[in-house]
């Protein structure tokens, strides 16, 4: 099946905001939803914190009130803080939004994190501690005992682990959930259904990533132009350990890793937007290729993450002309949420090889980010904090 067809003949193969318009808040009815969660963007100046402010331009859920950053930026209007990379103007909602710092008294119901890995770890556990919901982008917390790592589509379950972390580390309503490295996100999603129907026992994969995961200004373009760079610092070590979490489970008390054998040899490429993997996959039980297509083809989620304004329904698409995916084709497509696989093939090393594409700053960063704060919102972990505000004046009072 050609991509074209397949977002002719599927609503759930289109545009991001044309897939979700219909989608509202379970448990929430329509008229509630005028109310809708105020949302704060951490490093809202950066490029994954400026996809985070255009995805909550007209989100169904959420409602951009206060942007942070770095003390160069605070006191600024947003639109004179930020050199804006992304196609089309800054969204009015958030031009005239007064750039803060990262004091944890920003007026909103919980925090995106899009900062830079230098300040992303004790900046996140302020806010926790002081009441806000974290959901993250960054790298810090990722791997941190009781914080979910989190794909909706793969570990949903994952988030029973909140409850713990809030009485280990001491927060009273906050919390940090993570979302998974650019190039670690697409890898899993397509390793999920594999998994689930033969089981994993080895993954390796290379992967050609995009200039844009190195964030602004990225790589130098004497570095970089006519060329492949074959390292890229921590990633390949964040490739190998994230999906055995990811793939594994909350056993009540700690996570379980999956225990597959992964190995991961990480290049940066000439390429804007999309990280594209050549990968192999050992599998634990005797399957043809037409049974590892359909288990891709047809992986599906439930019907509280088809709910969810970001989520697909069908979140991989499986192309069959021989040469796709290509980033400038493809990268694009369930707006930049969906998983591209070609070149499913016989591997003559494990067992199956093929190709997959994803956009490792939607899917990869921020899309992956608003999604889990919508699952996030779905089971009831966001509070509104001006009713929280109220209700301590209230104690206070009497």
Known sequence: MSLDSAQQHSTDKMPLRQNTADKTLPGRSVQSLEKKWRAGVLGATGLVGQRIVKLLADHPWFEL???????????????????????????????????????????????FSA?????AGSAEEDFAQAGYPVVSNAKNHRRDAYVPLLIPEVNAAHLEAIPTQQKKCGY?????????????????????????AFGLEKVFVVT??????????????????????????????KMETEPQKLLGKWDGARFVDAGVGLTAHCNRVPVLDGHLECVSIGLKKIASLREVQEALR????????????SALRHPIVVLDEENRPQPRRDVDAGGGMAAVVGRVRECPLLDVKLTLLS?????????????????????????????QSQSIEESVSK
């Open 65 to 111: 009130t206060e942007v942070a950053a770095s003390e160069r930026s605070s006191g600024k209007r947003y639109a004179e803080a930020v050199r804006w990379h992304l196609d089309g103007p800054i969204p009015e909602n958030a031009r005239d939004l007064v750039v803060k710092d990262l004091d944890p008294t920003l007026e909103c119901d919980f925090v």
């Open 115 to 119: 900062l830079d890995s230098s300040v």
């Open 172 to 196: 009273e309503r906050g919390f940090i959930v993570t979302n998974p490295n650019c190039s670690t996100a697409g890898l899993v999603l397509v390793l999920k259904p594999l998994a689930d």
């Open 208 to 237: 050609l990533q995009a200039v844009s995961g190195a964030g602004y200004p990225g790589v130098a373009t004497m570095d970089i132009q006519g060329n492949v760079i074959p390292f890229i610092s921590g990633e390949e070590e």
């Open 298 to 309: 047809t992986f599906e989620v439930d019907a509280e993450l088809a709910a969810l304004p």
């Open 359 to 387: 956009h490792n700053l939607v899917r990869g960063a921020a899309g992956a980010a608003v999604m889990n704060a919508e699952l996030l919102a779905a089971r009831g972990f966001f509070k509104s904090r001006v009713d």
